[in-house]
């Protein structure tokens, strides 16, 4: 196998496992860290570590108008995001929250054939669309209430997280914060960490957080967010879709919420069910159909 084949396993590697690992890290570091704090401090300091060294390196320095770019796409991506993933996941297991949130390259194709002269879906889409949306409410199952086992509001937090994201997606599309995508991607996480941090500040976690109750697997929960869920993901995913077919780099959206399950069953002790794996094989089979479509028509999606 020669160096090139190697770098392109690797960077699939790292978006398929390590991207489908950050759920049930997440999980595991705002079991001792408040959730908002957790994941404004995560990052704060992997944009910080990304910038500054590009920086250093020559990088062009950014405008004020870029940086407002970067806030408000940041604001929809992790504030909106990655902000409400991490409060959902107290109340709703790692696995089922991904499989949720794999419903974002759906609402994705929403906001964009919302735009004024927007795509038409297609009636393949159409058929992505409702299957992906079924699985949803088969996975959730909200007419059966208490009974479901899943705590409504953070659902819905969920999904409200989901079309967030998506909706920063679609303007990532089109609105560029800074010509290099690497330092495009350390402003919008500084930015939307330091919105993370101040929400934080806002809903009182300070007087939550207690340094000498956070344990070691938060801590290295959060370390490993930083590191390898923001900086080693995010540069893998900027690297592939400048070295690998879209369509085989959009396969991220239906792997992370597989990956999710596995993982928060075997590591987590999180409850496998047949109505969780039902769930997740219509999810991911709605999510298949959409990505491919988008593959073939030019369109990806942005990394979570």
Do not use: C
Request: net charge positive; glycine share 12%.
């Amino acid at each position: 196998m020669n160096r090139p084949q190697v770098k392109l396993l690797a960077a699939f590697a790292a978006v398929y496992l390590i991207w489908g690992s950050t759920y049930l890290g997440i999980r595991f570091a705002i079991e001792t860290i408040p959730p908002l704090l957790m994941v404004g401090v995560r990052f704060v300091i992997a944009g910080l570590l990304l910038y500054v060294p590009l920086r250093l390196r020559g990088a062009v320095a950014p405008t004020s108008q870029q940086w407002r770019a970067a806030a408000v796409i940041g604001a929809f991506l992790l504030l909106g995001g990655n902000g409400g993933v991490s409060w959902a996941e107290q109340y709703v297991p790692s696995g089922m929250t991904a499989l949720i949130v794999a419903t974002v390259p759906l609402f994705v194709v929403l906001i964009d054939w919302s735009r004024p002269k927007g795509p038409r879906p297609t009636a393949r889409v159409v058929i992505g669309l409702s299957t992906g949306f079924a699985g949803v409410f088969f996975l959730v199952n909200p007419t059966a209430g208490a009974d479901s086992g899943v705590y409504l509001p953070a659902v819905l937090v969920l999904v409200a997280a989901a079309v967030s994201w998506a909706l920063g997606s679609v303007l990532s599309r089109y609105w560029h914060a800074h010509e290099s995508a690497f330092v495009d991607t350390a402003m919008k996480m500084i930015m939307g960490g330091a919105m993370l941090t101040l929400a934080g500040t806002i809903r009182g976690e300070w007087s939550l957080l207690d340094p000498g109750a956070i344990s070691l697997k938060s801590a290295l929960a959060l370390v490993y967010l930083i590191v390898f869920g923001a900086i080693v993901g995010f540069s893998a995913f900027i690297w592939l879709l400048k070295n690998a077919p879209l369509s085989k780099t959009s396969t991220y959206a239906y792997v992370n919420p597989v990956v999710a399950v596995i993982l928060g069953w075997w590591l987590g002790g999180e409850e496998l069910t047949l109505r969780i794996v039902g769930g997740a094989a219509v999810i991911v089979a709605g999510v298949v159909v959409i990505t491919l479509e988008g593959a073939t028509r030019g369109s990806g999606q942005r990394a979570p």
